[in-house]
């Protein structure tokens, strides 16, 4: 792998371009692989760079039905933040984001993680007392948090509308700063090179159709590139987890559902900060280009059509107003919808499967890609060692039956009240 | 934004109307414990057409039966919920 | 004379507007772009990453380059096309993206570090900590970004309507007008809309929009429209909104959307001078605007010999007509101009930001024309967006090189141009000599070197080619770049173009302003305020609110400029010691009748219901299915088969659902009926150790006694009386009729205040309900706990057949350290929220979810969730809280603080 650099970049620009290579090989698949991830997403090429850097297993491949990167690390709101109120996700969340502060270097290759901070709002007193709550939980394990003033909250982010009648007055924060956003298309390409670069086939174009059995154990896969047998396989395909997981007769505590977001035209600078809220779902940042990035709803019904509902659009764009008056008159450029892995606890699926050698990685919801980098650490290690990773243990598929769920929004198992 | 068609109120849009569960997901109070539990937390989940229990809460408040396509987002039939669909 | 100017004739231009500060005139019917062009202005904007020099390219919302801000102040709109805003008298406009001013942009600077700066540059450095990153994106984020936005609120109304036809017809030019009469002949309604100012033709049978786009086709003929009422920056009429947002649901639709022209790849393309064939012809015809007067026309089809004809015919000069093709068509052959054929545009030069000459290469010579205007025909796309957003195929026209609607997958077809009904196209293109100066974007300076070395690189699917290089991802969506970047991509793959693939469209097809989307909804209507039957009464006495969920509660009543806290403590200590009053309308109340009422009750309430007596009430609570505790609250039997089930208000929606599913889904064979009542009945509850006498005041009957139930009047109006108590002491709560309520309010206000008592609000209520160890849905029963965990295991029916009694059947549900119920006491105050710890450092075992004052006494009482914490009475804990810096040190109890053996509400009869 040719090392990226300044110097690199200088050289090239004196010489026309010349000498880049590329950024990671297009090879035919081989016939079989110790470890096959299915799902070339940030989390599963994240997995295989681990696997490969970490456990120094090189015959690996990633198979990827379409084009890397192509679904939630293609186009999503970039959000990076650890701060989750239960214990098990922050924990996990938050060795994730121990990994992106060095993942640039890492990889090299820019991702651009940007810690400007990740706010939430609160609304009320009992807002704020919700989210102290949040904050003393994550201060005493060890994990940044402060509770911000009203005249904190609107330095920081001077658009507000900080009128004491608003529909949402503010109230204060709570802000964790290592948090911010980082550039989701980097990240897929980071991992991609960097695992190509130490061995891994990344292999494009290549849809699983089918799993091969030997002796009650999965043996291999079926793809329309042909059948590649395999030790280990793990799924790691976001929203198509239950289409996959049936090729294996399984059937997941997990559900597909669209959500949405969109982006304005790019203007100056104006929002320095993630906004988002502990009463409302809306969220707003600005990315580097100087687009306004905005979220709300998921769209609370089974779909994997990619297109949304308008009055999720409509609606997230009022409550942005509602906080930020100025962004009235700024224009949706581009809004795209994607389809999430709703898991019936609200937290991610990182285990084995009741089917022997297969493994599962999802049920992310709509949080996967501030834990790509932790979600591909503890994928390596179950899918290298057989064992599970201890801050992937509370994430295990039998926790539904044993009654042991992480539910971090407290609403239970339909995931359209998540 | 789906247009569905209520079998009691007619065609409406789809904020009329919210989605509760797949028929095979129905929990009934007969059902042991490990079958209701299982029932819960399993899902077939299908890129394709589902039978599913939504109501026309914002309109006749009643619950009805969906045969719907999960990608293309056809609904083949809606029907008024009749316990013989559990 | 050189450049562009209005041609002789016609009326004065009457309107008045600026632009960078220059007073300027327009036409009645001038775009800005036309009327700048008019005004002899070719140069408008800066591109987005090498701020280089920026005209007007076309003359419809495909305009990559010439967009400006239009108004000011509160009403500035950055990023407009000046394509697609009608010049009205007053218009404010400036150029972007640029400092210090247009003509001299130190931001070109970029430009001379181009080849450094090339497509992904800034994936390969910046590397370092994140903190120095940081540091790179304060300048990276000031270079970047167009236009500025407003500080201000936006003082324009927004509204959403709703529409419904059965042809929906996109575009009023000549196909959509001839679809829209077949469809009016065939006894249809018809609703036609138009981006422009007016439909080619009016129809009477048919509705129109103008200034309306169809934003986005979603299901099942769903389709969201844009109307403009007013132009940018532009005051709307009083009680008109800016803008409307329709929802329009349509039986079919139709799209006649036209074709939008392709521009011609070669080096420096993207100089101001160069515009769209089409565009030209436009200027000229419609705005009597003459966009140079020497002109070369490069092309690869016959559509742009009607540009040179209107360029003659309006005293301009055709010096040359590069055509791409090998043999001069018939159009060719009879022009009037001079024609070359095997000939291509290869390199423009120019001065002072405009264009001066055009070097072509005809037949392998190489040959310079001067000019001021190169009009460019790649040929014509279909806009095909709105077919392929609703799940279209798309098939690949060899002809004329471009996409056109496949199959259909809804009832959407188009027709005209946007059919595909377009001159056919030579297929020659040039080699590049200069890619590096070769445009294919022009808003994000991406060219076709930076195709290429994306290709080098591996980023070959056209997903990744977008992503790397930023092509087609400006403010105009790649609308006069992407087929040429296909055809780049295809060149340097060695694939066709169909081979190369496409990008998915997705709305919005043009901008949609965040206004338009939230409509009415913007600015603080985004969420209903729910306001009380007993609002009035409760202003009057200029409480603390409190929200809660939708709904606003008085938290509490200050006097005399008490505090909060000080308010409250002196209502709760009002209920402990006289009586107070509280409005608990909020809370959900059903009323379920019928032979089967218990049946459903019981199988909803995880508690005995069955045996209740009529005239009795008592505490239930209902578990999700997966076990957990849903909600709680109070089950009456009023009558033999008639119950009244009250419970939490932030759960009132989700009961109803809960309840109609059990009922219709579970067990539909109970004849029952439930109703919800939450907002048909006010609730006062009176409470306090002289509330009996009170009420028995008020009533003139024997008040019921706890957990009984009674019917009465107060002051002429008819209230249902249910003795429950969540204060702790002796309570009535008070049900009447909303509309009604209000006098009830009154008398027991007057009579409560008579004997030194006084209304309490939430945070009262609070201090009181906490001292008792009630849970709080939200605080102790936050989703995540079980009955045991809440210490009500021992209520749990043991008969079972209840939602939930599967789910807790679950091995983890019972395991010892879970966390559990607790009381904790402490002589300073417990911060509510904080961590339980044994000591600073020491790992989490729990938190407290509800903490207060005593109301008599001294110290402080809280509630907690503690692992294991059933089995930890006694141990001294530290309560803390880092983020506010507080922290108490507390003893493990009991939940409960106050009147243990429950007498102050038995007062023995």
Redesign the interface.
Known sequence: MKRYSALALLKAGLTGQRGWEQAWRDPEPKKSYDIIIIGGGGHGLATAYYLAKVHGLRNIAVLEKGWIGGGNTGRNTTIVRSNYRQKPLHDLFDFALDLWEGMSDALNFNVMFSPRGALFLGHSDGDMTVLAQRGDALRCDGIDADLLTRAQVQKLVPLLDMAPDARFPIHGGLIQRRGGTARHDAVAWGYARAADALGVDVIQKCEVTGFAMTGGRVSGVATTRGPIAAGRVGICVAGNSGPVAAFAGLQLPIEAQTLQAFVTEPVKPMIDTVIMSQSLHCYISQSDKGGIVLGGDPDQFPSYAQRGLPPRIEKAAAEAIALVPALSRLRMVRCWAGTTDMSFDGSPILSALPVDGLYLNGGWCYGGFKATPASGWCYAHVLATGDTHPLAAPFAFDRFARGATIDEAGVGVLPQLR | ???IGCPFCGAR???EF?????LDS????E????E???R????????GF?E??W?H?FGC???LVLHRH????EIASVAA?D?AH? | MSGPSRLPGGPEPTLRFTFDGVPLRGRVGDTLAAALLANGIGLVARSFKYHRPRGILSAGVEEPNALVTVGEGERREPNTRATDVYVYDGLVAHSQNRWPSLAFDLGAVNGLAARFLTAGFYYKTFFGPPSRWLLYERFIRRAAGLGKAPAEPDPDPYEHRSAFCDVLVVGGGPAGIAATRAAVQAGERVLVVEQDLAVREAIDEARVLTRTTASGVWDHGFVTLVQRLVEPGQPPAPGQPAQRLWHVRAGRVVLATGAIERPLTFAWNDRPGVMLSQAVRRYIERFKVLPGQRVVIATNNDDAYATADAIAAAGGSVVAILDSRAEKSAVARIAAHPVHTNAFPISTSGKRHHLRSVEADIGGERTRFEADLLAVSGGFTPVVHLHSQAGGALDWDEAIQAFVPGASRQAVSSVGAAAGDLPPVGIAVADLPDPKASFIDFQNDVTAADIDLAWAEGYRSVEHLKRYTTLGMATDQGKTSNMAALARLASVAGVTIPQAGLTTFRAPFTPVTLGALAGADGGGHAAPNRRLALYDRHQRLAPIWQPLGLWHRPRAYPVAGETLHQAALREARAVRTAAGIVDVSTLAKFAVVGPDAAALLESVCATGVAKLAVGRGRYTFLLREDGMVMDDGTVWRLEENRYLLTSSTGGADRMEAHLSYAHRVLAPHLRVSVVAQQEHFAGIALAGPLAKAILAELTGIAPPAHMGLAQAEIAGVAVLILAASYSGERAFELYAVASDAGAVWDAVEAATRARGGAPYGLEALEFLRIEKGHIVIGAEADGRTTPHDLQLERMLRKSGGFIGAAGLTRPALSAPDRLQLVGLTSETPIPEGAMLVTATGEPVLGHVTSAAGRVLGEGAVALGLLAGGRLRTGERLLATSPTRNQSAHVTVTAPLFYDAEGTRYRDGD
């Open positions: 934004m789906l247009q849009a789809q904020s919210s989605y509760e569960r797949t129905i929990v009934t109070l059902m042991p414990a490990n209701a539990v299982r819960l937390y399993a899902r077939a989940n299908p890129r589902d599913e229990l109501r809460a408040r009643q619950w999960r990608q293309t987002h919920f316990p559990r």
